[in-house]
């Protein structure tokens, strides 16, 4: 079992950066591909960035690419999304996810922490 917890969010101008954290209890954390979903106001739920376990192989949608960057800590138990040149479509619930194996759909995860709310105004 892998429980998750984020946090991080806020209201930021566009143009600005926030930094989400999502700690994991667990002492398989290091074995599992971590990801940020966001949920946008009637959107469905997407993908915004992967890690693989050794953070070796990361994963980035097109809309996010230059902008944002995900990383690890396995010591700490904690995977990061700094989130940079943010803009009004970014304003959403963030939720990190694990699962093993490299997976890109929500369907596979296995794990989600609670959500954490991100809101940019223009």
């Known amino acids: 079992q892998v429980q998750l917890v984020e946090s991080g969010g806020g209201l930021v101008q566009a143009g600005g950066s926030l930094r989400l954290s999502c700690a994991a209890s667990g002492r398989t954390f290091s074995s599992y591909t971590m990801a940020w979903f966001r949920q946008g106001p009637g959107k469905e739920r997407e993908l915004v960035a992967a890690?693989?376990?050794?953070?070796?192989?990361?994963y980035y949608a097109d809309s996010v690419k230059g902008r944002f960057t995900i990383s690890r800590d396995n010591a700490k138990n904690t995977v990061y999304l700094q989130m940079n040149g943010l803009k009004a479509e970014d304003t959403a619930v963030y939720y990190c996810?694990?699962?093993?194996?490299?997976?890109?759909?929500?369907?596979?995860?296995?794990?989600w922490g609670q959500g954490t709310q991100v809101t940019v105004s223009s």
């Open positions: 890690t693989s376990w050794r953070g070796d192989n990361t």
């Open positions: 996810a694990a699962r093993s194996g490299w997976r890109f759909t929500a369907s596979a995860y296995d794990y």
